[in-house]
């Protein structure tokens, strides 16, 4: 059974930073394209960043390019979003992904952690 748990989460003011983890248990962590979505309320889940097993290729959302960045650990099983300047529009609550294609969608994606907040007050 593959799991994923993110952290990192929380609140911060407009132009700060958050850097946010996500760590995969079961399942071949090597092999998978990760990726990162975000849910606000009354919204649908949107993509925000993808990258491919080897860390070779990315994707990002267009709100995202230039602020955040993607990046994977193999050897501690880890996906990091690192978010700068970040602002009120980005509040919501953030979830990875781990899937078998560099996707921007919900279905490339077959597994799923359950969140973590993050709110940038302005």
């Known amino acids: 059974q593959v799991q994923l748990v993110e952290s990192g989460g929380g609140l911060v003011q407009t132009g700060g930073s958050l850097k946010l983890s996500c760590v995969v248990s079961g399942g071949t962590f090597r092999s998978y394209f990760m990726g990162w979505f975000r849910q606000s309320p009354g919204k649908d889940r949107e993509f925000v960043s993808a990258m491919g097993w080897s860390g070779g290729s990315t994707r990002y959302a267009d709100s995202a390019k230039g602020r955040f960045t993607i990046s994977r650990d193999n050897a501690k099983n880890t996906v990091y979003l690192q978010m700068d300047s970040l602002k009120p529009e980005d509040t919501a609550n953030y979830f990875c992904?781990?899937?078998?294609?560099?996707?921007?969608?919900?279905?490339?994606?077959?597994?799923w952690g359950q969140g973590t907040q993050v709110t940038v007050s302005s």
């Open positions: 992904a781990s899937g078998y294609k560099l996707g921007d969608r919900l279905f490339d994606y077959d597994y």
